[in-house]
């Protein structure tokens, strides 16, 4: 009897090795996978010199102004980004530009992400940044028609 309660205990925890080696074999995407972000790229055009702002962009309006000032701004487009945890996205840009997102994971509350931004072929930035969520960042892009782009980049956690 006492040989069948060894062999029990040691079947049980044969069965209970084999499941934590499996947990800890799994791709580490698996485990990541609620792990993720929402971005939203509000795409304008900034123009030098006058003071028209597009209502559209009421939000951001003062953080427009307080960065580029003397300027007059047209929300051109909206785009949004679903990304995991290492992944990296592309919208297209007007002007024959690009705009690719990575998130590059969590830090302290806030979210990391590495942005670039090509232009015919040409990468014209290439930067990493942290956010907080649902906080906004203003970055400038490459020329288009008479002005620059601007993109207000803002995050928001699944």
Do not use: W
Not at 8 to 32: D, E, R, T
Not at 42 to 69: C, W, Y
């Amino acid at each position: 009897m006492m040989k069948k309660r060894s062999l029990s205990k040691f079947g049980f925890g044969l069965i209970a090795g084999i499941f934590l080696l499996q947990a800890s074999v799994c791709p580490p995407g698996m485990a990541q996978e609620r792990d993720t972000v929402k971005i939203y790229v509000m795409i304008s055009l900034a123009v030098p010199g006058g003071e028209k702002v597009d209502p559209r962009l009421g939000e951001i309006h003062q953080e427009l102004k307080n960065t580029f000032r003397e300027s007059s701004y047209e929300l051109l487009d909206e785009v949004r980004f679903d990304l995991t945890l290492q992944e990296q996205d592309g919208k297209p840009l007007p002007g024959d530009a690009h705009l690719y997102i990575q998130y590059m994971g969590m830090d302290g509350g806030k979210v990391n992400l590495n942005l670039k931004i090509t232009q015919k072929g040409s990468e014209v930035l290439n930067t990493n940044f942290s956010i907080s969520k649902g906080g906004t960042i203003i970055v400038g892009g490459p020329p288009y028609k008479d002005g620059n782009l601007v993109l207000a980049v803002k995050t928001a956690m699944n």
